[in-house]
Nanobody
């Protein structure tokens, strides 16, 4: 069973920054992709950013230019650097790891952006 654990959420003012971290307990060689999703109150979970084992990244239009996903393969960890945060970024952020083509999810970390 692969464990996925997020950290780094919290309360931040609009315009501020936060960095989320996600560690997966799996060999980097078996991780196909790691991604961040988020779910705001009353809304569906949505993809925020993804990083594949091939090195490609992709972002939701709403965060392009503000968020950056990066990976530390030595630590089996993915980061989400969030800059210029807006109130609408408030959500629970979930890490997803695709390991041997199976999805694993973390429990989520809350990000609250205040005005």
């Amino acid at each position: 069973q692969v464990q996925v654990e997020e950290s780094g959420g919290g309360l931040v003012q609009a315009g501020g920054s936060l960095r989320l971290s996600c560690a997966a307990s799996a060999s980097i060689f078996s991780i196909n992709a790691m991604a961040w999703f988020r779910q705001a109150p009353g809304k569906q979970r949505e993809l925020v950013a993804v990083s594949t084992s091939g090195g490609s990244t992709n972002y939701a239009d709403s965060v392009k230019g503000r968020f950056t996903i990066s990976r530390d393969n030595a630590k089996n960890t993915v980061y989400l650097q969030m800059n210029s945060l807006k109130r609408e970024d408030t959500a629970v952020y979930y890490c997803n790891a695709v390991v041997a083509f199976t999805d694993y999810w973390g429990k989520g970390t809350l990000v609250t952006v205040s005005s």
